[in-house]
């Protein structure tokens, strides 16, 4: 039985992360190093990535009824 890979899922760059959220690349910047709300970052060297699903899920949790 085989295994089925999938690709990779792309890693944004925090400008793209922030146009996908609607804020600033400075905003995300701020929130990653004080750690606030808790957004997840994919370190990649000296590089800050995002994954769009963890941004997705992100946003779920956060949307109120």
């Given at each position: ?33 004080t750690g606030r709300y808790g957004l997840p970052v994919v370190k990649v060297g000296r590089a800050v990535r ?16």
């Amino acid at each position: 039985m085989a295994l089925v890979s999938t690709p990779a899922e792309r890693l944004l760059t925090r400008e793209e992360a922030a146009q996908v959220l609607g804020i600033r690349a400075q905003t995300l910047a701020t929130w990653a190093m004080t750690g606030r709300y808790g957004l997840p970052v994919v370190k990649v060297g000296r590089a800050v990535r995002y994954r769009k699903s963890d941004l997705e899920e992100w946003l779920k949790k956060r949307t109120s009824r």
